[in-house]
């Protein structure tokens, strides 16, 4: 799902937010093992008010397992309790509940020494669009959970979903607004498609997964399009390096125009097609200094 995103949409986004987030002992946040800074949204800190916060990798899938490792052990480090996941299959999801058990034990001693009877632990999914939070209450619910209400600004009843034992999970996700100040931020969103196609620039998109390509998976790059004698870079390849690879594909591909040009459009989409269908392998967009 795309959304674009105005200051109106935000502000009542985040005031949403807020008011769910008052009903809830843990927030999970979610973002895409891909690009986890890139996929997150820095609003997450502020009104989470100190409650105890699991971060999951979702799309592990995807990710370049080595890459991913390396993110969950940098969360750690940060205090965050880290989970990586593949909400698709449902790999990785079943700690889920348990941690939330353990992460609400100083809450629910709180209530029961108060004479309250502790209720289910009560947590809500949120990140930006397209990480995967439908997937994943879908496959902690067991059902298909209906898509109404997960958009931003529309409101429904609160439904609490029970998973497992003794955890309740609201089922609509909070959604955020993807991060906006930074070019290459924009452009990872927009290669994993966390940005609507058609605001897009495709060849501005396709350069930079080139770049990323040609840096960290040459092995992936060649073997996919057949590029026998691609150079190591040791350092960023210019933009004449990531050209000539573009010319490569899109002649071995067939995106050509009449008068033997490259179509560089066409030769854009389906790199950037292809990375999205895992064509190319496991690769990660983004990496801990
Ligand atoms: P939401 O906007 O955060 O609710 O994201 P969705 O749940 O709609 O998922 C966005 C896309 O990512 C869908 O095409 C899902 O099938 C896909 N998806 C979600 N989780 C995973 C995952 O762990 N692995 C893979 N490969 N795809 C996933």
């Not at 619910?141 to 439904?159: D, E, S, V, Y």
């Not at 573009?246 to 389906?270: Q, V």
Request: proline fraction near 4%; charged fraction near 30%; glycine fraction near 8%.
């Amino acid at each position: 799902m795309s959304i674009q995103w105005y200051p109106g949409h935000m502000a009542k986004a985040k005031r949403q937010m807020i008011e769910k987030i008052k009903l809830i002992d843990v927030v999970i946040e979610l973002v895409d093992a891909r690009i986890p800074e890139s996929s997150r949204n820095p609003l997450v800190d502020e009104i989470s008010s100190g409650k105890p916060r699991i971060l999951i990798l979702n799309k592990v899938d995807m990710a370049d397992d080595r890459v991913t490792i390396s993110w969950a052990k940098k969360y750690e480090e940060q205090g965050y309790s880290v989970l990586k996941v593949n909400a698709q299959t449902g790999a990785g999801t079943k700690n889920i509940p348990d941690l939330v058990h353990r992460l609400t034990v100083d809450k629910r001693a709180k209530l029961e020494n108060k004479g309250f009877n502790s209720r289910g632990d009560r947590a809500l999914i949120l990140g930006i669009p397209n990480v995967g939070k439908s997937t994943l209450i879908n496959r902690l619910a067991n059902k298909k959970i209906a898509k109404i209400g997960n958009r931003p600004g529309i409101t429904t009843a609160q439904q609490w979903i029970k998973v497992g034992k003794t955890m309740e999970l609201l089922d609509t996700p909070g959604i955020l607004w993807p991060k906006f100040e930074d070019q290459s931020v924009g452009l990872k969103l927009a290669a994993t498609g966390a940005i609507k196609d058609d605001l897009l620039d495709f060849q501005d998109v396709s350069v930079f997964l080139l770049k990323c390509l040609l840096l960290h998976y040459p092995h992936e790059l060649s073997k996919r399009y057949n590029l026998n004698d691609l150079p190591q870079f040791e350092v960023e390849p210019t933009i004449d390096d990531i050209v000539t690879v573009l010319d490569d594909i899109g002649k071995r591909r067939g995106c050509m125009m009449s008068g033997g040009y490259i179509d560089y459009d066409r030769t854009a989409e389906l790199i950037i097609r292809e990375f999205r269908g895992e064509k190319l392998g496991k690769i990660s967009l983004e990496r801990p200094e």
